[in-house]
């Protein structure tokens, strides 16, 4: 294997890691999965698209834009999708046929306004290439390895060292209880529907600086659901480790086999997982909701 398919794979991995990590959130606190995340991603990239990018704003101004608006559409399909599902602990069919709901609300709205067109982002780089010695590195790649993997660090950060990494903690292991010794579960996952959403947001954003920006974007979110099946459902540690492994073996097998035969190969390692280690690599068995 050549570094430097090596680097294109951590670059790839580290988008994947943002997509697996919001999926592995809300699975962590929840314990089902959210199908609504990939309509989430496309349409806050939309947003930011037609927002800022059209205008000719650089990459900053619209990855913040992407991340408030993934922020504000999962915290409103938290509202209205899954506010009482959750309060009421309703049947699991409700989780899914919800999250589905609200997948095809947001995909359904995004084509109304954008049609089936293509859209490209402006390039935000006066250089499509960076020199790293012997190596050339494409600009964007870079820029998305650098910046998805600061935002990883800084939710690690606050997982693990904060208050709210603690109520989130708390009321992914036993909602109840962490409601009877005083933390506000309701705010908490709300909470964690934020963090999700702007996990989205900036993976909406590079996936379309990466490919092109469509309405049917979200599909692109199963390469997160596998990475997370990889490393463990509800196991952020593990959705990262997932990811990154998932995208420096996409792009070998791009190099190597071609676009058709990497994603069955991609389909067939997921599958391998699920039938010799379910639970991941660093996850543990977990009761799924739906």
């Given at each position: 294997?050549?570094?430097?398919?090596?680097?294109?794979?951590?670059?790839?991995?580290?988008?994947?890691?943002?997509?697996?990590?919001?999926?592995?959130?809300?699975?962590?606190?929840?314990?089902?999965?959210?199908?609504?995340?990939?309509?989430?991603?496309?349409?806050?990239?939309?947003?930011?698209?037609?927002?800022?990018?059209?205008?000719?704003?650089?990459?900053?101004?619209?990855?913040?834009?992407?991340?408030?608006?993934?922020?504000?559409?999962?915290?409103?399909?938290?509202?209205?999708?899954?506010?009482?599902?959750?309060?009421?602990?309703?049947?699991?069919?409700?989780?899914?046929?919800?999250?589905?709901?609200?997948?095809?609300?947001?995909?359904?709205?995004?084509?109304?306004?954008?049609?089936?067109?293509?859209?490209?982002?402006?390039?935000?780089?006066?250089?499509?290439?960076?020199?790293?010695?012997?190596?050339?590195?494409?600009?964007?790649?870079?820029?998305?390895?650098?910046?998805?993997?600061?935002?990883?660090?800084?939710?690690?950060?606050?997982?693990?060292?904060?208050?709210?990494g603690r109520a989130l903690r708390a009321v992914s292991?036993?909602?109840?209880?962490?409601?009877?010794?005083?933390?506000?579960?309701t705010r908490t996952i709300q909470l964690a529907f934020?963090?999700?959403g702007i996990l989205a947001g900036v993976a909406g954003?590079?996936?379309?600086?990466?490919?092109?920006?469509?309405?049917?974007?979200?599909?692109?979110?199963?390469?997160?659901?596998?990475?997370?099946?990889?490393?463990?459902?509800?196991?952020?540690?593990?959705?990262?480790?997932?990811?990154?492994?998932?995208?420096?073996?996409?792009?070998?097998?791009?190099?190597?086999?071609?676009?058709?035969?990497?994603?069955?190969?991609?389909?067939?390692?997921?599958?391998?997982?699920?039938?010799?280690?379910?639970?991941?690599?660093?996850?543990?068995?977990?009761?799924?909701?739906?």
């Amino acid at each position: 294997m050549s570094i430097q398919i090596f680097i294109n794979g951590l670059a790839t991995g580290s988008v994947y890691a943002l997509i697996a990590t919001g999926f592995a959130l809300i699975f962590n606190v929840l314990k089902f999965s959210n199908f609504s995340h990939g309509a989430t991603m496309t349409a806050a990239a939309f947003v930011a698209y037609f927002l800022v990018s059209a205008k000719g704003l650089g990459l900053a101004p619209t990855l913040i834009i992407a991340a408030l608006a993934g922020a504000a559409i999962s915290l409103f399909g938290e509202f209205v999708g899954f506010r009482r599902i959750t309060l009421n602990h309703s049947s699991p069919t409700y989780f899914f046929v919800s999250s589905i709901t609200l997948g095809t609300l947001y995909e359904g709205l995004v084509t109304i306004k954008a049609g089936s067109n293509f859209y490209n982002f402006p390039q935000f780089f006066k250089s499509t290439t960076l020199s790293i010695g012997s190596f050339v590195v494409s600009t964007s790649d870079a820029m998305m390895f650098i910046i998805s993997a600061v935002v990883l660090v800084i939710l690690a950060y606050v997982i693990s060292k904060t208050r709210i990494g603690r109520a989130l903690r708390a009321v992914s292991f036993d909602r109840e209880t962490a409601q009877l010794m005083g933390i506000d579960s309701t705010r908490t996952i709300q909470l964690a529907f934020i963090i999700s959403g702007i996990l989205a947001g900036v993976a909406g954003v590079f996936l379309g600086v990466n490919y092109t920006l469509y309405p049917s974007l979200g599909s692109l979110v199963v390469k997160g659901f596998i990475a997370s099946v990889i490393g463990g459902l509800g196991s952020i540690t593990g959705a990262v480790i997932g990811a990154v492994l998932l995208g420096i073996t996409e792009t070998i097998l791009l190099a190597t086999l071609g676009s058709g035969y990497s994603t069955i190969a991609t389909f067939g390692i997921m599958l391998l997982f699920l039938l010799v280690r379910p639970q991941g690599i660093a996850g543990s068995n977990i009761q799924e909701k739906a």
